[in-house]
Every structure is written in structure tokens, then in C-alpha cells.
T-cell receptor, first 116, second 112 residues
Framework: GAVVSQHPSRVICKSGTSVKIECRSL??????MFWYRQFPKKSLMLMAT?????????EQGVEKDKFLINHASLTLSTLTVTSAHPEDSSFYIC????????????FGPGTRLTVL | AQSVTQPDIHITVSEGASLELRCNYS??????LFWYVQSPGQGLQLLLK??????LVQGIKGFEAEFKRSQSSFNLRKPSVHWSDAAEYFC??????????FGSGTKLNVKP
């Protein structure tokens, strides 16, 4: 199956700093990747859709200036949380579309962000 | 509007017992349906998917799911649950304009 990695798996940072999370498709090319946020005991909340070579599409209510997404290659998308605050602490998960019709999501292992 | 409902928030079954997790969907087109499993602190792993054809699909780890168009359902089943199956399970539908819709999840506990 398609493998997606995320780095780092855990990060702790101070309030006001920026944090970058990487999402890579290891054995396939992904023109489309997704970034989700998951709150404790909750389902996934789609933050944005990342398309290679173009601007990301953000969901309503997601601050695009705070959550910067870059999809510069067919195997890498990055999410940068700028000027992080404690309320940004969460579990962030990326996924990439793969399959014959690019119709199946494969997920990364997630990144636990803690902002102090 | 597109949506997925998982009516059971928590389910507890005894090890060795059978399991059925419910999923109902509302979708404006022929659905692609998915079941994922998430262990604590981990990402989601694809268990199985339905696109077309045989309405009973087999997945990994001994799971299967049955698509019933008349009931708008895609229930996940396993004949004999193992302790390692304890996790959270998510049903999803899509893509619809490149977007997927997830249910709220069902947490499975397995009693020894």
C-alpha cells in the first residue's frame, strides 16, 4: 500500500514561535494532499487541501496566514503553524491521494504539537 | 449535503465475539466508501474500501463490510474480535469535489 510519513511525530514549542510539519508520500507521487486537525476524542477536521504547484484551498474558519501550506513537489507538503499559541496545540494529520484514480486517502502517522 | 453518521460512539465486545460497526451516509452521487482504523496517537490505516461491484468487500485484519444502497449503509464486521482490534474506527465517503467526509468515529473496547 501507499506509505505516507510525517515529521516530526512530536514537537513542543514556545508560544510565538513557528513550527513546520512535513508530510511525504514515500512510494508514490501525490498531486493532492490534505491536512487535518484532530481534537481529543473527536473526528478529523479538514483544514486545507494542498495541490502540488498551486495554492492550498482552506476550509472555512481556518486562518490561511496562520497555517501556511506549501506543496512544492509531488512527494512533499508542509504545514507551518506561525506564531503558535497554546490553542494551536493539537494532533495534526496529513493524507495523500493515491490509487488508480487518485481516489483513496492514505494517512501519515500524525504530529502531536504542544505549544507552551 | 454529504455526511456520514456512525451512531455508536463506544462499543464494548468480548474477545472472540463478533463485531458490527454501523455507518450510514448521505451522498449526492455514487459513493466511494471507506473504513479506517486509528490506534491511540497514530494516523489512520485503511481497512477496506468500496467503489463498485460486489457489495461485500474484504479488507485487512479479517474485516469485511457490506454496502447496502437501499439503506445507505456500509457496516463493518468481523466474525471474531481480537484484543488488538481495540481502537477507533472511522467511516468515510468521497471524494466529492476532492473532499472526503468522515463520521465521528466509534471507539471499540475489547474485554478479555
Amino acid at each position: 500500500g501507499a506509505v505516507v510519513s510525517q515529521h516530526p511525530s512530536r514537537v513542543i514549542c514556545k508560544s510565538g514561535t513557528s513550527v513546520k510539519i512535513e508530510c511525504r508520500s514515500l512510494d508514490f507521487q501525490a498531486t493532492t494532499m490534505f491536512w487535518y486537525r484532530q481534537f481529543p476524542k473527536k473526528s478529523l477536521m479538514l483544514m486545507a487541501t494542498s495541490n502540488e504547484g498551486s495554492k492550498a484551498t482552506y476550509e472555512q474558519g481556518v486562518e490561511k496566514d496562520k497555517f501556511l501550506i506549501n506543496h512544492a513537489s509531488l512527494t512533499l507538503s508542509t504545514l507551518t503553524v506561525t506564531s503558535a499559541h497554546p490553542e494551536d496545540s493539537s494532533f495534526y494529520i496529513c493524507s495523500a491521494l493515491a490509487g488508480a484514480g487518485a481516489d483513496t486517502q492514505y494517512f501519515g502517522p500524525g504530529t502531536r504539537l504542544t505549544v507552551l | 449535503a454529504q455526511s456520514v453518521t456512525q451512531p455508536d460512539i463506544h462499543i464494548t465486545v468480548s474477545e472472540g465475539a463478533s463485531l458490527e460497526l454501523r455507518c450510514n451516509y448521505s451522498y449526492g452521487a455514487t459513493p466511494y466508501l471507506f473504513w479506517y482504523v486509528q490506534s491511540p496517537g497514530q494516523g489512520l490505516q485503511l481497512l477496506l474500501k468500496y467503489f463498485s461491484g460486489d457489495t461485500l468487500v474484504q479488507g485487512i485484519k479479517g474485516f469485511e463490510a457490506e454496502f447496502k444502497r437501499s439503506q445507505s449503509s456500509f457496516n463493518l464486521r468481523k466474525p471474531s474480535v481480537h484484543w488488538s482490534d481495540a481502537a477507533e474506527y472511522f467511516c468515510a465517503v468521497g471524494p466529492f469535489f476532492n473532499k472526503f467526509y468522515f463520521g465521528s468515529g466509534t471507539k471499540l473496547n475489547v474485554k478479555p
